[in-house]
């Protein structure tokens, strides 16, 4: 799939704030005055703006509005709807904590469950796609969900934060030997694409378009075998491992913020990735596939 910068900026941004709002509303961090004004600005402009990149990749941005129409049937209407609602929940607990009017916790609690709901609609858009292999199987939920989590915890100096991010590196490792295999194990093949398959094995004479189409600009991408390699060993490194270990560092508020840079760009070479390496079935239409 083609790695459009708009939907791994919104996906990334947005799976960290989200997360971090998360953590703010269960109580991880109980800031006041300034502080909290400083912390839940950040949650909400990580979040805000990872859903401002996504309508980038619109044609035309003003159809975001129809995504809020098909909640019955469409993952990324009901993303639409959970993001909206989380937002509007965590905002007067937002405001208790800047003003010290003690709200009650349990609206945090429900807004920050709901943040993190709103991260598994995300994740949901992409595996409830059974033409890309390597999307449709659990472990992309449980990715997302682990980045959010990760990155929350990190963001609120949670003493857990460590063993999340290493969890990351985990869940990125067993996405990538999983999704190797995933295409394969499809058994989808240039003679099932075409229906041509009971007639022997075709190949491709000519191709299906003698110009660039849609299909083949945004669902047919090929990433080179040492080049993902090491973005791969990149972003292990910089979203899981490295992070963790200079949380462990005595340096305090400045040990989370080096973490967070360094997780943040490892996030992104992992999303990118993701997208990357996705391979889609239409390609074998096009003989681009095995």
Not at 79 to 84: G, H, L, M, Y
Not at 234 to 256: K, M, N, R, T
Not at 272 to 277: H, I, S
Request: with cysteine; hydrophobic share 55%.
């Amino acid at each position: 799939m083609h790695p459009a910068p708009s939907v791994i900026l919104f996906s990334t941004l947005s799976g960290l704030g989200f997360g971090f709002l998360a953590f703010l509303g269960w109580g991880a961090l109980l800031p006041s005055g300034g502080a909290a004004f400083s912390l839940w600005g950040l949650g909400y402009g990580l979040a805000v703006a990872g859903l401002f990149a996504s309508t980038f990749h619109l044609g035309n941005p003003k159809n975001a509005l129809k995504a809020f129409t098909q909640w019955r049937s469409s993952w990324l209407s009901r993303e639409a709807w959970a993001s909206v609602a989380t937002l509007l929940i965590l905002a007067p607990v937002a405001l208790s904590d800047i003003f010290d009017l003690e709200l009650p916790r349990i609206v945090g609690q429900i807004g920050g469950t709901l943040a993190i709901l709103t991260v598994l609609t995300t994740a949901m858009i992409y595996t409830q796609i059974k033409a890309v292999p390597r999307w449709h199987h659990w472990l992309t939920p449980v990715m997302f969900l682990t980045f959010a989590l990760a990155g929350g915890a990190m963001l609120s100096g949670c003493a857990l934060a460590p063993v999340l991010l290493l969890a990351v590196g985990a869940v990125l490792v067993a996405v990538w030997q999983v999704g190797d295999q995933a295409f394969a194990k499809a058994g989808q093949t240039l003679g099932t694409a075409t229906g041509l398959d009971r007639l022997g094995t075709p190949s491709v004479l000519d191709p299906a378009h003698t110009a660039g189409n849609y299909l083949k600009r945004e669902m047919i991408f090929v990433v080179g075998r040492k080049h993902a390699a090491k973005l791969r060993k990149i972003a292990l490194a910089l979203s899981a491992l490295l992070p963790a270990l200079v949380l462990l560092l005595p340096l305090g508020v400045y040990s989370i913020a080096l973490a967070a840079v360094l997780h943040l760009a490892g996030a992104l070479a992992a999303r990118w990735l993701f997208f990357a390496e996705a391979e889609h079935v239409v390609a074998l239409y096009y003989g681009a596939r095995g």
